[in-house]
């Protein structure tokens, strides 16, 4: 059964965070972010919060509110999946500050749709995007369990960089593993592991789990230097990260 609370913090720490490396690389995503400045805090229960701030039409995603932003109150945690699932289904969000930021806010519903379009659908025009925000969302997912898992108890055992590449991508994807930290582009510290995958086919087959990774090794689709161990457990992580975000 999925734990509530974990799975509204995956949409905070994990989607949420996607909006704007997605927006920088989509054409109709950075333009449903254009116009005047504006920022929402989102709160749910269990110390749960994230803030989109869109500047310049630019959007970045923090932790901490500031004063003047839309504050929006989620009751429990089924609330804000309900938000976020996609679904369709409405969700209760009570404004308590910022009441006169509403109007400037409706348009991050829009942005919120087309995301969802993004990690969603498999459109042929946005196919690469959807294979890059998936598997961004998922190295971040798995930033959030490993965090979780730290304050329950010890750490596991995962250490190093991490990255991701694919010709098709925009740029590759990293996490870093000791620090809980995930970026894009090529980082500056070397790696523990790459993974490399040689067309969009292989990365879809992996988010869709069906990817025979010792068959791929050996036809040359999938590539792993370093070291292998660390690469497999990263993937199990985010396979159990993805499980708890579409539980269906």
């Not at 699932?85 to 969000?93: E, F, S």
């Not at 379009?117 to 025009?125: D, I, S």
């Not at 190295?139 to 960089?161: E, S």
Request: proline letters at 9%; charged letters at 15%.
């Amino acid at each position: 059964m999925t734990d509530p609370a974990l799975q509204a913090a995956l949409y905070l720490e994990a989607v949420l965070p996607a909006l704007p490396r997605l927006a920088a690389h989509d054409a109709p995503l950075a333009s449903a972010l254009e116009g005047p400045d504006v920022a929402v805090s989102l709160y749910a229960p269990g110390a749960l919060r994230a803030r989109v701030a869109i500047a310049s039409g630019q959007a970045a995603v923090a932790r901490e509110s500031h004063p003047g932003d839309l504050r929006l109150w989620f009751p429990t945690h089924g609330q804000l999946i309900r938000a976020f699932d996609g679904a369709g289904r409405p969700a209760l969000a009570l404004p308590f500050a910022g009441f006169s930021r509403l109007p400037r806010a409706r348009r991050l519903v829009a942005a919120g749709k087309r995301l969802e379009t993004l990690l969603n659908t498999r459109a042929p025009e946005h196919l690469p995007l959807h294979a890059w925000g998936n598997l961004l969302v998922g190295i971040q997912a798995a930033t959030t369990l490993l965090r979780r898992r730290a304050l329950a108890g010890p750490r596991l055992p995962l250490r190093g960089l991490v990255v991701f590449a694919c010709p098709a991508f925009p740029s590759a994807l990293w996490i870093d593993l000791a620090a809980l930290t995930t970026g894009t582009g090529e980082p500056a510290a070397p790696f523990a592991a790459r993974v490399t995958f040689a067309n969009l086919a292989t990365v879809l087959a992996e988010l869709d789990h069906q990817l025979d990774a010792p068959a791929a090794l050996g036809l040359g689709t999938l590539r792993i230097e370093g070291h292998l161990p660390l690469a497999e457990a990263l993937g199990q992580l985010m396979l159990q990260a993805g499980q708890l975000l579409k539980p269906h």
